[in-house]
């Protein structure tokens, strides 16, 4: 087979991005060790991004986006790897500047690929996908500073999102008491049965933005939107917790003091997925598929085809999107 079906991001006349669903040539990919037939992929932020044409995202187009493949390798040029081995790639240059997953086949470094770990299959992987693996990397993060269920109410902000639904499934089956934070309160009921204990809508955590402090309450936190949020989480945390941040959909700038971290004594944690070395992202994708499987997932994700990824990049782009999008190729 040397034609497939890839998902395609490009000019029009008018300035505008469209998306397609083109066929391809595999002479059409960039060099690489390992050449892979996709099974399942996801939709994220950063596809979203990509497919709309941002240039801090992919400087070139026509593009393939998607950030997240697993499938199985069909060539391998090096010895780690050989053909029929399954694998997950997520992050470094896939679906930015390299052809991405949305698509029927990808050719990539084999220090992109992780083999797929026993006892989570190549769907449940895309389920996680680069949201699952964050969240799992918060949540080790904040474990690595002290956090435990004694430490007090663990917040999750942009809690309907991919990350924050796979991080309060997660903190919820570690015995965390979690406080999902979303803009959306019809999903109220949703996030209950994901297992949090509580929901606050977003607008509360706005509140207070011009004071240096505020009331300490929050034992630790998942931080998906940064922005005034983050600064106001900063604020809030009891003496001597933490904030693993790793988003930024409420904004990039943070406006506050350093008086949480002198008075309190509080961790601000950055997080990053995207180029982590290779060992770690083994190490964290064994850990969920193992004792921190997560026997929710179906309730977190919706699967759909490659023909319907452009509605669900709209949708995300939106604000609209709950939980995770799961692609079939």
Known sequence: MT????LIAREKSDGQF??????????????GDLL??????????????????SKAVTKHFPHTPGIDAAGVV???GVSDFKAGDEVIVTGYDLGMNT?????????????WAVKRPQGLSLRESMVL???GLTAALCIDKLQSVGTNPESGPILVTGAT???????????????YSVTASTGKAWQSDFLKALGASEVVLRSELQQGEERPMLKAQWGGAVDTVGGAILCNLVKSLRYGASVAACGLTAGVDMNGTVLPFILRGVNLLGVDSVELPLAVKTAVWNK???EWKLDTLDNLVTEISLEQVPEALAKLLEGQMVGRVVVAL
Do not use: C, W
Request: charged letters at 15%.
């Open 3 to 6: 034609k497939f079906n890839a």
């Open 18 to 31: 469209e998306q397609v669903v083109v066929q391809r040539d595999i002479t059409d990919l960039p060099a």
């Open 36 to 53: 892979i037939r996709v099974k399942y992929s996801s939709v994220n932020f950063k596809d979203a991004l990509s497919a709309s044409g």
């Open 74 to 76: 069909e060539h391998s």
């Open 99 to 111: 052809a991405g997953g949305l698509a029927q086949y990808i050719r990539i470094p084999a220090t």
């Open 129 to 131: 996908g680069t949201a």
């Open 161 to 175: 999102g991919g990350v924050g639904t796979v991080a309060v499934s997660l903190l919820t089956k570690l015995g």
């Open 288 to 290: 969920l598929a193992n």
